[in-house]
């Protein structure tokens, strides 16, 4: 029995398609388009999952959420605000009225044309429900709690649940307009980035302030309760009666009108950074604390775009309110799609659900489109691109770690594509967590993004704890822990905003992956789950005695995740990395046709 999830139509298009109750294939629309958090009907996710399993016939298509329920937000919203409202809802309800309101036959029309027979029944599980779907059903607890936080789906902005075998209850909700992703997104907005994409920048920024207008948030704009509810203070936040997140009055509650993109970053914005995410992290703890005591559970699974945050993650974690946690890697409105599908697969169609207490349902996240050594080769031969070939695997180990003990900085591609925005080792750059360098290099050179941004370092499941203070494993790159103190050196006093000057001084022995306050967001890798990848961590650590790297996505800002092999030889060569893996191929810059112009290359290529 097959089904298909769908998310569309807000940011973060995907498709999953689940064959009795696994995983076959999962993607984001954005992959394909290259189309940053593209939004549209994912039809070219479809049709990759529906190729991936040879399928021309499906049960059930689940979509993921409730769009009357949500058109219902919309009205209510903009006639309770009138006639403020008057903008915003000639900005949505036009694109409702169009597209949003003829989800069923929309669905039905592009699965015809993408060659599947029959009309398949349509399921339209509440968004929330999704995301706790997400999070409990490829988790591998047989019983948990369930915590979802997130900007908006139809009224909720999060809710708490319990599952237990093939069932998942959602026992209690918080509603628009008070959301702590909304909240989150307000300070995203008002700091100078974008929101539904900014946020990890404001986490980023975070440590490098204090935590001077916690109570100015806390007396202000929310009204926290012990169980982790809250009110917001709508009289200082725009986005119900306007286009904007906040207003007049928010800017003068703190100091002036937002900063504008790409201006320059103030101690305001770290400190403003910095308050946020502790209050953050406070809403997470309390609602923990109340999911504990409402449901009994040891376990929590989390969902939703606050799940994102994996600096609260790791405080959570710490806290020892829960046994353990789980995080869906695709935890924002692309992990809808995978929840949509589970939910119609336990709980319409009774499919059973079968877990072991230790491995997850998520395959690592490898569940996107794959290349074989076949297909690489024949593009590099068309294109006349040179290349090494390096057919066995151990032998491709050994080189490219040796290349990345000169401090070479090299781009990954193999294997499946990640799900979710970490990338895991299949659509990765890589490079030496030794080099003092390697982060600004990284950063200026290569992702082409502020200096300020961490990296997060891949390690070897079983030297982790050589390396962080964590003591179970962490393969989504959703949990944030100390560097071990004797890995960390003492700096000087930081009191300036140079943020530059901060990001270049050295505090561990791994300087590329500690942060400046001392941490790292971890990635394990599982000889189980990535063979090739944990390998070429193995070679490393025989060549250098470290079983790290520096891991971020292979894109530049701006761009979504590489997902073929052209993709990674355009980015490849619109930077400045040293070389490029393509499966068994080996690729070098400076022995590339354009090696000269590398940027006009990339343009040129762009317009071919």
């Known amino acids: 029995m097959r089904v298909l999830g769908i998310s569309c139509w807000y940011h973060d298009s995907a498709a999953c398609?689940?064959?009795?109750?696994?995983?076959?294939?999962?993607?984001?629309?954005?992959?394909?388009?290259?189309?940053?958090?593209?939004?549209?009907?994912?039809?070219?996710?479809?049709?990759?999952?529906?190729?991936?399993?040879?399928?021309?016939?499906?049960?059930?298509v689940a979509f993921y959420d409730k769009p009357i329920l949500k058109l219902h937000r919309l009205l209510e919203t903009s006639f309770g605000v009138a006639p403020r409202g008057l903008r915003s809802f000639l900005t949505a309800v036009p694109a409702w009225l169009k597209d949003k309101l003829w989800i069923e036959p929309t669905i039905l029309d592009a699965l015809g044309a993408l060659g599947v027979r029959g009309a398949p029944r349509v399921l339209f599980p509440e968004h929330h429900h999704s995301h706790a779907a997400s999070a409990f059903y490829p988790s591998p607890f047989e019983r948990a709690a369930v915590l979802t936080l997130d900007g908006v789906g139809e009224w909720a902005t999060a809710s708490?649940?319990?599952?237990?075998?093939?069932?998942?209850?959602?026992?209690?909700?918080l509603e628009f307009p008070h959301s702590l992703g909304l909240l989150y997104s307000a300070f995203t907005y008002f700091t100078g980035f974008k929101v539904n994409s900014g946020e990890y920048k404001l986490m980023g920024l975070a440590p490098y302030g204090e935590p001077t207008y916690v109570d100015t948030i806390r007396e202000h704009l929310l009204d926290l309760k012990d169980d982790g509810s809250f009110r917001l203070d709508m009289r200082y936040f725009g986005y119900l009666d306007d286009v904007v997140m906040t207003n007049a009055r928010f800017a003068e509650l703190f100091g002036g009108p937002a900063r504008a993109p790409e201006d320059r970053i103030t101690r305001r914005e770290m400190d403003l950074a910095r308050s946020i995410q502790e209050v953050t992290e406070e809403?997470?703890?309390?609602?923990?604390?109340?999911?504990?005591?409402?449901?009994?559970?040891?376990?929590?699974?989390?969902?939703?775009?606050?799940?994102?945050?994996?600096?609260?993650?790791?405080?959570?974690?710490?806290?020892g309110i829960f046994d353990d946690l789980w995080i869906q890697p695709a935890a924002g409105d692309a992990g809808?799609?995978?929840?949509?599908?589970?939910?119609?697969?336990?709980?319409?169609?009774?499919?059973?659900?079968?877990?072991?207490?230790?491995?997850?349902?998520?395959?690592?996240?490898?569940?996107?489109?794959?290349?074989?050594a076949a297909q690489i080769r024949a593009l590099l031969d068309a294109r006349g691109w040179p290349y090494e070939a390096i057919e066995d695997d151990a032998a491709w180990a050994r080189r490219l770690a040796g290349l990345l003990a000169e401090e070479k900085v090299?781009?990954?591609?193999?294997?499946?594509?990640?799900?979710?925005?970490?990338?895991?080792?299949?659509?990765?750059?890589?490079?030496?967590?030794?080099?003092?360098?390697?982060?600004?290099?990284?950063?200026?050179?290569?992702?082409?993004?502020?200096?300020?941004?961490?990296?997060?370092?891949?390690?070897?499941?079983?030297?982790?704890?050589?390396?962080?203070?964590?003591?179970?494993?962490?393969?989504?790159?959703?949990?944030?822990?100390?560097?071990?103190?004797?890995?960390?050196?003492?700096v000087?006093?930081?009191?300036?905003?140079?943020?530059?000057?901060?990001?270049?001084?050295?505090?561990?022995?791994?300087?590329?992956?500690?942060?400046?306050?001392?941490?790292a967001r971890i990635q394990t890798v599982h000889a189980e789950t990535n063979p090739r990848y944990h390998a070429l961590l193995r070679a490393f650590e025989e060549r250098t005695g470290y079983g790290l790297l520096v891991n971020t996505s292979f894109n530049v800002r701006g761009e979504p995740i590489v997902c073929?092999?052209?993709?990674?030889?355009?980015?490849?060569?619109?930077?400045?990395?040293?070389?490029?893996?393509?499966?068994?191929?080996?690729?070098?810059?400076?022995?590339?046709?354009?090696?000269?112009?590398?940027?006009?290359?990339?343009?040129?290529?762009?317009?071919?």
């Open 17 to 60: 398609l689940i064959e009795d109750g696994r995983i076959v294939a999962a993607a984001q629309e954005e992959r394909f388009t290259r189309k940053k958090h593209d939004d549209a009907f994912p039809t070219q996710a479809v049709r990759y999952c529906l190729a991936e399993a040879g399928a021309t016939s499906l049960d059930a």
């Open 160 to 173: 708490l649940g319990a599952g237990d075998g093939n069932t998942l209850t959602l026992l209690e909700e």
């Open 283 to 319: 809403v997470v703890l309390r609602a923990a604390r109340h999911a504990r005591e409402v449901t009994g559970a040891r376990h929590l699974c989390l969902a939703g775009g606050v799940a994102l945050n994996c600096v609260a993650n790791g405080r959570l974690l710490r806290a």
């Open 336 to 372: 809808g799609a995978v929840g949509a599908a589970f939910a119609a697969w336990h709980e319409a169609l009774g499919g059973a659900r079968v877990t072991d207490g230790v491995r997850d349902k998520m395959q690592g996240a490898y569940l996107g489109p794959e290349f074989s």
């Open 410 to 490: 090299v781009g990954l591609f193999q294997g499946r594509m990640e799900l979710g925005p970490r990338a895991l080792g299949n659509r990765s750059i890589v490079g030496d967590a030794r080099s003092p360098k390697m982060q600004a290099v990284m950063n200026l050179k290569i992702k082409q993004r502020e200096s300020f941004r961490p990296f997060a370092p891949s390690v070897l499941a079983e030297r982790a704890a050589d390396f962080f203070e964590l003591d179970r494993p962490s393969p989504y790159m959703l949990l944030v822990a100390d560097v071990v103190a004797a890995r960390r050196t003492a």
């Open 492 to 519: 000087a006093g930081e009191t300036g905003t140079d943020l530059i000057e901060w990001v270049n001084q050295l505090r561990s022995d791994v300087p590329a992956i500690t942060h400046v306050d001392g941490s």
């Open 564 to 608: 073929t092999p052209e993709d990674a030889y355009l980015c490849f060569m619109g930077t400045e990395m040293d070389a490029l893996s393509l499966g068994p191929f080996l690729l070098f810059a400076d022995q590339q046709p354009g090696y000269e112009d590398r940027a006009r290359f990339a343009r040129t290529f762009a317009a071919d």
